[in-house]
């Protein structure tokens, strides 16, 4: 086994999944599948290759530091379910 | 048992960019909630992050003054947890590949200097704000604003190097000065452009394995970070004298108690799974590009006092006060570079141009009195043509109205009266209305003299030349 049940509830927690037992069950036999199927990779030497961080072979894509209108607090705030003044309303977030 | 503090700081230092780190939203203070957002901050779908590029500079002139290594390649990376003012569910920040890696800055503590090493720097965005019942009609919620989601910090990590808290505070006014020294960040702590989490953890002395650590946050002024320190040193002593055991937790410190106290358990939280973020390419950065912000970095503090001290002759003491700040030195050398007696502009600027901003509560920069005219004034001295004590009531109106020092000698009529002539008679209407004085200097009480200086000097309203009438009285008072 690549992954625990146990694993697979963790991970879930801290995405703020909620998953049945049964769904718990599917996703850890899924994922077992896909991280030895990925585990291949492991059979390759890749000493002195440089871990990818992106996909694609490209570097430095800068933006120059000029000021672009915002959209307006309303824009902003359009989808919000709640909202006070210019504030997004959300639960009381205990300090 | 005597115990080792063991202290290790992340400041987060507030880049002075006009844009955030990824979108063209400006980082302006103080505008009305949420109107300085855009898909991008606010954290919607499919919005893209584009680097600001002046990020990455003001991060390499940061990791070139403070003795690091530029990595030539760095990546950013997701940092995923969930709170409200954080809107995409992840902070972009750098993990594996920091910008700037292995620097130190040396302190000085009571006489003694230290070097701390800095671990790394790396570049990430700010979350937005909460606010908490202050707003009508908020009421059981909190309102977020994402105004600050997305401004761009450096996160400066130090070795536990540090073993007390004035350690602590030195490295950090260090810090600061350099950060405000580059024209990076604005270091204003008050405001969070420069605030200071503390690591700290004891051992037995003797012992080389270090003990439990706390986190202590946003800690907003320096001596808020002596006190957090203090008295979290003391409270896990406390805690582990009385056969408990210290908990890895984040603690809050509270300026009105001056105390700290746990914060919620997010041991969870911890759990960050950072990964490369897949929407930003890897930074790369050239040889020649460091070697470009290396050349254009200003003088340093450091380097400033060692300068004064070597080329100028100035005290230690004047050397620091003089580099405290980069407007400050700024100014002096201005004038130094009009004047060459930096002793005299040192105690000027030092003296009465220090003491009447001070006074006014402004800085430097608000200063009516340019170097040139600190300089001209100087001169006036220089040549006799005022003494140095009407050189301060000069200055007074000089500060106060911004005109040039010579116009005011000529407005008021305060030029040094030099004739000899003229100062001869005064000392004769003088000596003629005291003469009984003038019997008792002559008598042998030679301390009259000071009283003879005076009513000159009053009779002349301060103009006569201070040198000439002690010349002259004291030849006429021999007789």
Not at chain 2, 41 to 53: D, E, I, S, T
Not at chain 2, 100 to 118: A, F, S, W
Not at chain 2, 285 to 295: H, K
Request: negative net charge; proline residues 5%; contains cysteine.
């Amino acid at each position: 086994m690549k992954i625990t049940k146990a694993e697979v509830g963790h991970v879930a927690r801290l995405a703020r999944l909620e998953l049945t037992e049964e769904e718990q069950e599917t996703f850890t036999g899924q994922m077992d599948a896909i991280l030895a199927y990925v585990e291949k990779l492991n059979g390759l030497d890749t000493a002195g290759i440089i871990p990818t961080a992106h996909a694609v072979p490209m570097e430095n894509a800068f933006r120059e530091d000029e000021v672009v209108p915002s959209i307006g607090v309303d824009n902003a705030l359009a989808n919000a379910p709640d909202r006070v003044e210019g504030f997004f309303r959300v639960p009381k977030v205990i300090e | 048992m005597q115990y080792q503090a063991v202290i290790g700081l992340e400041v987060h230092v507030q880049l002075l960019t006009n844009t955030k780190i990824f979108c063209g939203c400006s980082t302006k203070f103080g505008a009305s909630p949420n109107s300085q957002t855009c898909p991008v901050c606010l954290g919607m779908p499919g919005a893209l992050p584009v680097l600001n590029k002046k990020v990455v500079e003001y991060a390499i002139r940061a990791g070139l003054a403070t003795n690091c290594s530029i990595a030539q390649r760095s990546v950013f990376a997701r940092k995923n947890y969930f709170y409200p003012d954080l809107p995409k569910g992840y902070q972009i920040s750098q993990f594996e590949l920091p910008i700037c890696v292995n620097g130190h800055l040396d302190i000085e503590v009571d006489g003694k200097v230290k070097r701390i090493g800095i671990t790394r720097i790396h570049m990430e965005e700010d979350a937005g704000k909460l606010v908490h019942g202050d707003v009508p009609g908020l009421g059981q919620g909190s309102g977020v604003d994402l105004n600050r989601a997305c401004t761009p910090l450096l996160e400066v990590v130090s070795e536990p190097d540090i073993r007390s808290a004035d350690e602590a505070v030195a490295y950090l006014k260090k810090l600061h000065q350099i950060v405000v020294y580059l024209g990076i960040c604005d270091g204003n702590m008050e405001e969070g452009s420069f605030r200071c989490d503390a690591n700290v953890s004891v051992m037995p002395v003797g012992s080389d394995k270090f003990g439990t650590r706390t986190e202590t946050k946003n800690v907003n002024s320096f001596r808020f970070v002596k006190q957090a320190i203090e008295h979290e040193i003391e409270r896990q002593i406390e805690v582990i004298e009385e056969g408990g055991r210290i908990v890895q937790e984040t603690r809050l410190f509270d300026p009105n108690t001056g105390t700290t106290r746990s914060m919620r358990g997010k041991e969870e939280a911890h759990d960050y799974r950072y990964f490369p973020d897949p929407d930003l390419v890897p930074l790369v950065i050239s040889a020649d590009w460091v070697e470009d912000a290396r050349l254009s970095l200003p003088e340093l503090p450091e380097a400033k006092r060692a300068r004064y001290l070597a080329e100028l002759g100035l005290t230690a003491y004047d050397a620091e006060v003089l580099t405290a700040s980069r407007e400050l030195a700024e100014y002096f050398e201005a004038c130094t570079a009009l004047y060459p007696q930096a002793k005299s502009v040192a105690n000027w600027v030092m003296g009465e141009l220090t003491r009447a901003l001070n006074e006014d509560g402004k800085g430097i920069a608000d200063s009516r009195v340019t170097p040139q005219l600190l300089v001209d004034l100087l001169e006036l001295i220089d040549k006799g043509t005022i003494s140095g004590k009407i050189a301060k009531t000069v200055f007074d109106e000089m500060y106060k109205t911004g005109k040039a020092p010579a116009a005011i000698v000529a407005e008021k009529g305060l030029v040094q009266v030099s004739d000899t002539g003229e100062i001869e008679r005064i000392i004769d209407q003088i000596m003629a209305a005291n003469a009984g004085q003038v019997e008792e200097f002559r008598g042998g009480k030679e301390k009259v003299f000071g009283f003879f200086v005076g009513q000159v000097m009053r009779a002349s309203k301060g103009k006569a030349n201070p040198a000439l009438v002690n010349e002259i009285l004291l030849k006429k008072l021999k007789g």
